[in-house]
């Protein structure tokens, strides 16, 4: 018996693989690596290089390896691109995971951990989100993550899924140098990118409402949200009650400019970093609540801001083109 994790060969779906694997559950990889890396996978990790669009392929995979659960990751993930590609994104992320919850149902797999986003609210107006915060997203990414939730919650009403849907916000750090964040749109790739080419870092605003006027966001090491990912699944196999969504949010928050200040002090280089003008939708502040996570799913912040940065910034250095 095993799991398959959709997308596990990107950056957060091969620290699920491995956090898994630490567990002695054994999974199988389907990505089309479009993004992912299969570096990225432990050795000998059953691996299907595919799309989340082919059922006939999915149905395959699933009985082949036995598989019992799926951790579904696969997905466009970048809200900013998604406004001008809309339905490429929905046809990712939605089409998508309405092919993979069929093959699920015609092979009679019956749980998932679905990996959704804090992009379904938008720009809330609470300083602490939780559960209950209404939805509203503003960018088709986010749109097409809040679907995925209703599309298990209806398939569940039908046919007895289990399941449950992780937001998280931000993802940083490395649980090993073998992996790295590539993503050309993520805060912490583009300061690291910027202070390998020898360019200055740069800041959207300093002018916000927040403690050094930049934006606080909702930072949570990569390992950290692995973990969570193995429970959730042990916890769907024991047929234990899991809430539909959690929030996997530190409950603090941390600003751009300590972010800078923790990138300085652990690389070692002293920088300044440039300060352009607001992105325009850039709210103040985003922080969630993870005391429902805390409680169900053995959530908290394992790793302090230095831990997250060292680490990442130790995994960029070892990747091969650094």
């Known amino acids: 018996m095993s799991w398959l994790v959709t997308g596990g060969a990107g950056y957060i779906g091969s620290h699920v693989v491995r956090a898994f694997a630490e567990q002695g559950i054994d999974t199988v990889v389907v990505d089309d690596l479009s993004s992912g890396r299969h570096a990225f996978l432990p050795p000998r990790t059953p691996f299907v290089q595919g799309t989340i669009l082919d059922g006939p392929a999915l149905e395959a995979a699933i009985r082949h390896h036995d598989v019992q659960g ?39 797999v019956d749980r998932i951990v679905f990996s959704s986003s804090a992009a379904v609210y938008g720009t809330p107006d609470v300083d602490l989100v939780t559960e209950a915060t209404p939805q509203r997203p503003e960018s088709p990414y986010g749109e097409s993550k809040l679907i ?31 992996v790295f964040d590539p993503s050309p749109h993520n805060l912490f790739p583009l300061v690291f990118d910027a202070l390998i080419e020898g360019r200055t870092p740069r800041i959207n605003g300093d002018d916000y409402p927040t403690p050094d006027g930049t934006c606080v966001r909702d930072y949570i090491h990569v390992a950290d949200l692995a973990a969570a990912h193995v429970v959730a699944a042990r916890r769907l196999d024991a047929g234990e009650p899991l809430e539909p969504v959690y929030n996997l949010g530190s409950g603090d928050g941390v600003s751009v400019g300590q972010i800078m200040r923790a990138v300085a002090a652990v690389t070692g280089i002293e920088f300044a970093p440039e300060v352009g003008p607001r992105r325009a939708g850039d709210p103040a502040r985003i922080v969630a609540s993870g005391e429902l996570a805390a409680r169900d799913l053995d959530w908290r912040m394992r790793h302090s801001l230095a831990q997250m940065v060292e680490s990442a910034w130790e995994a960029r250095r070892a990747a091969p083109d650094a």
């Open 70 to 108: 799926v951790v579904h990751l696969a997905g466009f993930k970048y809200a900013g691109v998604s406004v001008s590609r809309p339905l490429h994104t929905y046809q990712q992320n939605v089409t998508g995971t309405a092919t993979l919850l069929a093959a699920m149902e015609s092979t009679g």
């Open 148 to 178: 995925g939730e209703w599309l298990l919650a209806d398939q569940a009403r039908a046919t007895g899924l289990r399941h449950t849907s992780l937001r998280y916000f931000n993802v940083v750090g490395s649980g090993t140098t073998r």
